[in-house]
């Protein structure tokens, strides 16, 4: 297989598990804020326990997030050293910003989350779960501003020529601030909240279908509910300005979105169908006339770019691209209509008492998880060939000393190991939710916290 091809499925592979935690950690940070704010707020005891129980779930997605990104790293100088070194002082920047600002200040104040319950006041408690909510955000913000820079790369000047040609930071607050960091990173970040509250709903309603921890899971699933519903709503926003960035920095990415070759008004946007990329058209699909002129121009009338304004050989493959993009914008739109329902229940006060809708809440946390992996593909691969857009292609990012067998055995042994860490976190998860919240007094020791939140 081509070497350039099996690294990419690697790098997919692993960032896409590692991806399956930051989400969940950052989520369920701003829910921990709101349920421990609530409870200095009112001094319920019931706040408190709830909690301390979603610690012990935060704990395990902070450790499993730190445990996946590590290999990422190592696999930028092994396949990727060409990018690397391209790349260097850009991407190095915001990854150090993303050590000292981020993840030494979510790691630093997470000891006292976890075992400072008895050991500080309740308020610098509650102050260490801010910096940890606010460190995993910010973590996110680094990251974002390193991989935006890839899309649209500002600030910045080539030195070098051929192979060590290498971009130079020139103006650091236009690099971190680039045409579409805001866009991605508001994006981004309500993805994340959504996966944290559609966990907390789950497992909530969960607990209501076995009529266990109901006051708990009451709670709980108001808290996550109402995070949802404003993320979902946020998330509509963000997405539709995302989009309308993407029109104006990577047009060949927005055409690749909605399968749109010519560039004639006015665009009709597509809400599914197959791409018959030969005959370039949509096939089996329903299309509304105007409608993306509209959201991109605000103009009905006005003519979107289409695919054949661009050379073929600088094209993402459009099928893939189309499917993954339509899939995660239909996700979102369920995942609205889920939060919408949920609440209009909660107000008829049915939402505790309806199995039915219950079991659709818990079967909900896997659908803002395959929407945030179908915008990270939509993204990632909308943007090729190039990894730096408009001055890296991908193959040349690669590095020259890897071969294709090189790269094979490692994947395999990357999907082995991996599935038994995803074993294991499946079976801890499962412990912790199954073990369900310690009522007061039963948590008398540090060691019996040490106990639960471990094992």
Do not use: C
Not at 365 to 392: D, H, I, K, M
């Amino acid at each position: 297989m081509d070497t350039a091809l099996l690294a990419r499925i690697q790098f997919a592979f692993t960032l896409a598990f590692h991806y399956i935690f930051p989400p969940m950690s950052i989520g369920l940070g701003l829910i921990l804020v709101i349920m421990e704010g609530m409870y200095i707020k009112t001094k319920n005891k019931i706040y408190e326990e709830v909690t301390q129980f979603w610690v012990k779930i935060f704990s395990l997605m902070f450790a499993m997030g730190v445990a996946t990104g590590i290999v990422m790293e190592f696999e930028f100088g092994t396949n990727w050293a060409a990018y690397s070194r391209y790349v260097g002082d850009v991407f190095g920047s915001a990854l150090a910003s993303e050590g000292i600002f981020a993840f030494f200040l979510e790691s630093g104040f997470l000891a006292i989350l976890v075992f400072g319950w008895d050991k500080v006041s309740p308020r610098v408690h509650f102050f260490s779960t801010i910096m940890v909510s606010l460190g995993s955000m910010m973590s996110a913000v680094w990251i974002i501003v390193a991989n935006s820079w890839q899309q649209t790369p500002a600030g910045f000047h080539i030195v070098g020529h051929g192979l060590l040609a290498r971009a130079e930071i020139t103006d650091f607050w236009q690099m971190v601030f680039n045409p579409s960091t805001l866009q991605r990173l508001s994006h981004t970040l309500s993805g994340a909240w959504q996966a944290g509250a559609f966990l907390v709903i789950s497992v909530s309603a969960f607990y209501l279908l076995k009529n266990k921890y109901t006051e708990f899971a009451k709670f709980s699933l108001k808290v996550g509910l109402a995070l949802a519903v404003f993320a979902s709503l946020f998330q509509l926003l963000t997405g539709h300005q995302s989009a309308a960035q993407v029109s104006s920095t990577q047009p060949a990415k927005l055409a690749a979105f909605e399968a749109h070759f010519d560039s004639l008004a006015p665009a009709s946007m597509h809400l599914f169908g197959i791409v018959d990329e030969k005959n370039q058209q949509v096939k089996y699909g329903i299309s509304i006339p105007g409608l993306l002129s509209f959201l991109v121009h605000g103009d009905p009338s006005k003519p979107v770019t289409g695919l054949n304004a661009f050379k073929k050989s600088d094209l993402p493959p459009v099928q893939f691209v189309f499917q993954t993009y339509h899939l995660m914008v239909a996700i979102g739109m369920t995942l609205i209509l889920i939060s919408l329902l949920s609440l209009f229940f909660l107000w008829k006060k049915k939402l505790y008492i309806s199995k039915w809708w219950l079991r659709i809440l818990v079967a909900s946390v896997l659908l803002p998880q395959a929407a945030n992996q179908l915008g990270w593909f939509s993204a990632e691969v909308g943007r090729q060939p190039w990894v730096v857009y408009g001055l890296l292609r991908t193959t040349d990012g690669l590095s020259k000393a890897v071969h294709s067998g090189q790269i094979l055995f490692s994947l395999i042994l990357f999907t082995f190991v991996y599935a038994l860490l995803f074993i294991l976190f499946i079976y801890l998860l499962d412990r912790k939710i199954k073990h369900g919240p310690a009522h007061p007094g039963e948590m008398k020791s540090e060691y019996d916290r040490q106990q639960e939140i471990f094992t």
